[in-house]
Every structure is written in C-alpha cells, then in structure tokens.
C-alpha cells in the first residue's frame, strides 16, 4: 500500500516536476554553460598574454565573468521553489530578451574602437561584474530572470539597494561596449536597459505579494537603483 501511495504521488506531481526541471533549470543551465566554456577559454589564452597593467585588468575581467557565469549555471540547477512569479508571455520574452540583447550586444557589428574610452570601459565593466557577482553570492538560490520570489534577500549590496545584480549587469554591459560598441551595440543596450527597468517593476510587485509583511518596510529603508552611502536606516 505505502508503494502504491509514493507512485501515486510520483505521478501526480510528474508533469509539473518534468516541466520544472527541464524548462526551469536544465536548459537554462544549459544555455549559460556555453558563456562558461567560451569564459575559459579566454580566461586560458589571457594567462599567458599579461605583458601591462591593461593586460591584468583584462584577466580580471575573465576571472569574474567565469565566476559569474560559473554561479548562473549552479544556481538555476539548484534555486528553491517559488512563492510567487508573473508568467505572462510578454514578461518572459521581455525578461529573456533583454538578457541576449546584452550579451549580444559586443558581438553586433559597426563599431569602432574608440581609445580614450578603453580604460574607463574596463574599469566600469569589471567593477559591473564584481557587483554582479557580489550580489548573486547573496541571492543565491533565489535567482531567475524570470520576475519571481523564492526568498526576500536584504544583506550584503541588498541592503545598499534593492537590485545590485540588475545594477552590475547594465554596468558591465556599458563598460564592454562604449569603447568599442557602434549603433546596433547602443540599441541593443538602451532595449537591455528598458527591460531591466520593466523586470524591477514587476519584480516588485511579486515580493510585494510574497512578502507583505517585510517587503515594503525594506523597501522604505533601501534605495530602488543606485546605492546611496549618506542614506540613514
């Protein structure tokens, strides 16, 4: 009887566990495990290529890039379960879209590299990415890009503002392109830009939901956007 009742159970829950597992966090997983492997290969060629300072920071760029994607693919194959989402056809395409429109934007072409811009570019794209990886850390398994909530994180850059890994990503997206990035880059980045601003909207709005009781006092103490050090608890 106990082993009919588990196979009942398996197969009650079979067709929302497979949809979860495969579309959730297998193919996601899957998709960025592509950006890891291509991170490792330029993270072996830059090794042996360090000759300058510019050469140093480049690598330190791929180290945290790897790091980066090295967390998106762990995290979505193990993120806890949700208490709340927005799967509106338009979120989602809009949610997923704007990720490719910044990863792609470096590879559009018509740029021109612009060499006054090159430093400034790497600095402001390895401290994007440093903020990014700092804030994924704190997430954890709590991360989507899907809008949805799993756990109310408010330690560590969540207590300096509300969205520090939407805040990397637009720096670091800003930071590889504006030195070299030409009018389909600059595109590609403004529709990033406007979907990350709908994503914090809606993203809100579920943890609102989620978590009535603790999400809008959070949301009184700390800055939407930009962290703002002078501000009092």
């Not at 079979?14 to 950006?35: I, K, Q």
Request: overall charge positive; glycine content about 8%; charged content about 15%.
């Amino acid at each position: 009887m106990a082993a009919t009742g588990v196979a009942e159970h398996v197969q009650r829950r079979s067709g929302a566990y497979w949809r979860d597992l495969v579309f959730s966090r297998l193919l996601p997983s899957l998709f960025f495990s592509l950006f890891l492997a291509r991170q490792l290969i330029l993270l072996a060629g830059g090794v042996h290529g360090i000759h300058q300072p510019s050469d140093a920071l480049f690598l330190a760029q791929q180290l945290l890039a790897l790091a980066y994607f090295t967390m998106l693919v762990v995290l979505y194959a193990v993120r806890l379960p949700q208490r709340g989402t927005d799967h509106r056809l338009a979120v989602i395409l809009i949610a997923f879209s704007g990720t490719f429109a910044a990863i792609s934007a470096s590879f559009l072409p018509g740029g021109s590299r612009r060499e006054g811009l090159v430093l400034f570019g790497d600095l402001l794209a390895t401290a994007g990415l440093a903020y990014s990886v700092w804030g994924l850390a704190y997430l954890r398994r709590s991360f989507s890009i899907i809008p949805e909530a799993r756990r109310l994180v408010t330690g560590g850059p969540y207590s300096l503002s509300r969205h520090p890994v939407y805040l990397g990503e637009v720096a670091t997206a800003l930071g590889i392109n504006i030195a070299t990035g030409g009018w389909l880059s600059a595109l590609a980045i403004v529709y990033f830009v406007v979907c990350e601003l709908l994503r914090i909207g809606w993203e809100e709005r579920i943890l609102a939901q989620a978590f009535p009781a603790e999400y809008p006092a959070y949301a009184r103490r700390v800055p939407r956007y930009l962290p703002n050090p002078f501000r009092r608890s």
